[in-house]
Structure formats: structure tokens, C-alpha cells
């Protein structure tokens, strides 16, 4: 049995996740309340400073764990790399973002390798948990991190094991999530695993090689965005059609096999989702291949912010109102319900159409009183009251919080476009239009 092995066993390994983001501090608090002593990196002071005060900026993290955590002295958080030295474990948790081209961003993943190189040592594991295309933990990392004279397999373990983290999940958090682990080799698989199984309460699955797990976590996500393109175009055909999607979609489930529900919206948001299947066709240009149904789903899904202010158009005009100048409220920018998360929002997306078209915008999140973009802050309403929904021209609904209060918005909204089927129970639907 190895060191690190040993270590892994008696909760004596000192752990760090580089990165304390939704998937990074999440992580780094299992990872203490598991009795390692954990110690997170990140670039920004303000994250570093609230992790050591016990303040909580992540909604799946509970607060009086986070205090709790740090109180005893098994978490903190640094901004100083150097401590990478005292790691015995380090798992890299850092964005991966598109660039203006729609192509991967990696500059996140190869600033951690070469700060983690820097201070590298024998029997030190290395884990990528961000989302990329396949082939990256060999092809970048890997060579990265073996500039320290270290091999890789034989002085130091490296391994993919993707992350799944879904924000506002009330079943599956980071502790209860099946993991997926590919090592460089057998034993690095082995001892990635054997560090997750310590600290996780569900299965570890093992796979042959990085890639594997790699193109694992893109089938993942492009499954979900072919399936929600799929859904998106039979609304826009259901709409001609004057057929009621949702209904259709909830008779379809009545099957207990060989279907599985998605539902149309304004688009896709989050971090993973609309992200991925750039990452897999970006990568398959390589190889010479066109994943034109992966793409299909892809053009389907980013227009359908357009759609929905298309839609709108026609529902104004036949109030004899023009959108141009027209006020229109906005329920919900964060990319799903119930949760104050707004990477990717279609919402905002949304928002910028009409804004093109010269109507006069507004917004209201209840989870999200403002938001930052291109640099700039916008602010929602702070409440919702009688005089604001009467004055609007139009409610748009683009997340189907459950903390609002719908029969109220239909009571005293002259029009609602519901894109959610927020309003589902609503009896009262002379003002509603459905998605």
C-alpha cells in the first residue's frame, strides 16, 4: 500500500482544491467535514477573506458548516500558492470558459498546472474536475507538471474526475453524487479513487484513462442540450401548430419507459450546459468529424432568446402595441429556479433583445437583485406591487421561481408570456400565453 494510500485511509493527507468556486468550495467543505484538513486557492482576495471569516457566497454550502469548518482550523483559504507545497492531494476547480469564438478557454486550467509545478513534490495527486474536451489532463497537464522532473504514474499521481455539481439540487450534493475517476495510469485511477471514497458517501466509478472520464462529462451535458434542442423546436412547431407543448410533454410521461421529460424554455444557462458541446465539436474538427446533430441542437438552443422576443412581438401587436417602447417586465434572470446563479442566463439574453428592439426593460429576481455584464450593473426591482405590474405592458417569464406569487402577477398583469409553465395552476389564463 502506498503512502498516500495510507494517508487517504487515516484522514492524515492535507488536501487543497484550487478554485473556490460553485464546484471548488463545495468540494473543499466535504473534504473537511470528511477530518482532512483542507486548504483552498484562489486568485480573488474577497473569496479568500469571506472563506476565512466563515461567510458563506455559495448557495449549496451550509452556512454553519462553513463556519464551523474554519472555526476548527480543518478548512482555510489562501491566495498564496506556495502552500500548494503542503498539499499531499490538490484538485484543480477553475473555470473553463468560451472565448469570443466560441472556442475553449484553457487558460484557467494551464495557469493552475504551472502554479501547482512550482511547489510539486513525490507522491503528490493531481485531479482536473473542471469540464473540458477530451484529452486535456494528457495532453496539457501532463506535460506541464512533469517540467518538475517528476514522472508522472511513478513520483506523481494524475487523474480527471469530473464534476457535477447542479445548483439547487435539493437531493444531490457534492457528499451524495456518483464520482467518475480516469488516471493516467492503473494506479493513479486507484489512488484518485481511494482519495474520493474517503471523503464521499457514493460509489466511485472507475475508467480506463482521462479521456474516457473526459468525454464522459461532455456526453453528460451534450445528451441534455440535444434532447432540450429537440423539445425547443417541437414548441415553436407545437405553437404554429395552436398545440399545448406542455401538456404533450406530460402525457408522454405517463410511459414508464423509453421516455424521459425535458421542457422547452428561453434557452440554456449555467456553466456546463451550453458550454460542453463546443468543447466536443471544437475538439472533433481535429479528427476531422461534424457533429451536426450536436451542433443542430446547439444553433436550436441559442436562438431561442430570439424566439421568445419574436413571440412577444406578435403578442403585443395584437394589443396594438409596438415593442418599441413598449415596458416590459422580466421575471427571473438566474438560469434556473430557485437558485441566484446567472452564468449563461438566457434571461439576460432575453433582456437584450427586447432592449435592441427599444423597449423599456425591467427586471425582478428574487435571488438576484442586480447583475454584472460586459462591465456593467444592471439592477432589479426590489418588489412587486400592484402599480408596477399594471403599468408594464407585458410580464415575461423566464425562471419559474417558487417563491413568487403568480396569482398575484395574473390578477393584475395586462399580458403574461409564461416561458417556464410557471403558472401552471393558475385557473384564470385569458392573459397568459404559454412557450
Not at 477573506?49 to 474554519?70: A, C, F, H, R, T
Not at 410533454?249 to 421542457?263: C, L, M, S
Not at 456593467?376 to 421561481?401: F, Q, R
Amino acid at each position: 500500500m502506498s503512502k498516500l494510500i495510507k494517508k487517504f485511509k487515516s484522514k492524515t493527507a492535507i488536501l487543497g482544491v484550487i478554485g473556490l468556486g460553485y464546484v471548488g468550495l463545495p468540494l473543499a467543505v466535504e473534504k473537511a467535514r470528511a477530518g482532512f484538513k483542507t486548504i483552498g486557492f484562489d486568485i480573488q482576495k474577497s473569496k479568500v477573506e469571506m472563506v476565512n471569516s466563515g461567510e458563506n457566497y455559495i448557495g449549496d454550502v451550509v452556512n454553519e458548516d462553513l463556519k464551523q469548518l474554519v472555526k476548527s482550523g480543518k478548512l482555510r483559504a489562501t491566495f498564496d500558492f506556495s502552500e500548494v507545497a503542503k498539499a499531499d492531494a490538490v484538485c484543480i476547480c477553475v473555470p473553463t470558459p468560451l472565448d469570443k469564438y466560441q472556442q475553449p478557454d484553457i487558460s484557467f486550467v494551464r495557469s493552475s498546472a504551472e502554479n501547482i509545478v512550482q511547489y510539486m513534490h513525490k507522491d503528490m495527486l493531481i485531479v482536473l474536475e473542471s469540464t473540458t474536451y477530451p484529452g486535456t489532463t494528457e495532453e496539457l497537464l501532463k506535460p506541464i507538471l512533469e517540467k518538475s522532473g517528476l514522472k508522472c504514474g511513478t513520483d506523481f499521481y494524475l487523474a480527471f474526475s469530473p464534476e457535477r455539481v447542479d445548483p439547487g439540487n435539493l437531493i444531490y450534493k457534492t457528499k451524495n453524487t456518483p464520482k467518475v475517476v480516469g488516471g493516467v495510469t492503473p494506479e493513479c485511477t486507484e489512488i484518485a479513487a481511494i482519495m474520493y471514497e474517503n471523503i464521499l458517501a457514493a460509489p466511485v466509478h472507475r475508467v480506463s484513462s482521462p479521456a474516457i472520464a473526459e468525454m464522459e462529462k461532455i456526453l453528460e451535458n451534450t445528451y441534455r442540450n440535444v434532447n432540450i434542442g429537440l423539445i425547443n423546436e417541437l414548441a415553436m412547431l407545437c405553437n404554429k401548430m395552436n398545440i399545448n407543448i406542455w401538456e404533450v410533454i406530460e402525457a408522454a410521461k405517463t410511459k414508464p419507459y423509453g421516455f424521459q421529460a425535458f421542457y422547452p424554455g428561453p434557452g440554456l444557462g449555467g456553466h456546463c450546459i451550453p458550454l460542453d458541446p463546443y468543447y466536443l465539436s471544437w475538439k472533433a474538427r481535429e479528427y476531422g468529424f461534424h457533429t451536426s446533430m450536436i451542433e443542430s441542437s446547439m444553433m436550436i438552443n441559442d436562438r431561442m432568446p430570439e424566439y421568445c422576443a419574436e413571440r412577444s412581438i406578435k403578442i403585443l401587436n395584437r394589443y396594438k402595441k409596438a415593442i418599441n417602447g413598449s415596458k416590459i417586465l422580466v421575471l427571473g434572470v438566474a438560469y434556473k429556479q430557485d437558485i441566484d446563479d446567472y452564468r449563461e442566463s438566457p434571461a439576460i439574453e432575453v433582456i437584450n433583445e427586447f432592449e435592441k428592439l427599444g423597449a423599456i426593460v425591467e427586471y425582478f429576481d428574487p435571488y438576484i437583485p442586480e447583475y454584472k455584464e460586459d462591465g456593467k450593473i444592471k439592477k432589479g426591482l426590489t418588489e412587486l406591487n400592484k402599480e408596477i405590474l399594471k403599468s408594464v405592458d407585458l410580464v415575461v417569464i423566464t425562471a419559474a421561481h417558487t417563491n413568487v406569487d403568480y396569482n398575484f402577477i395574473q390578477k393584475n398583469a395586462k399580458m403574461i408570456f409564461d416561458t417556464k409553465n410557471a403558472m401552471k395552476k393558475i385557473c384564470n389564463r385569458d392573459n397568459i400565453e404559454l412557450l
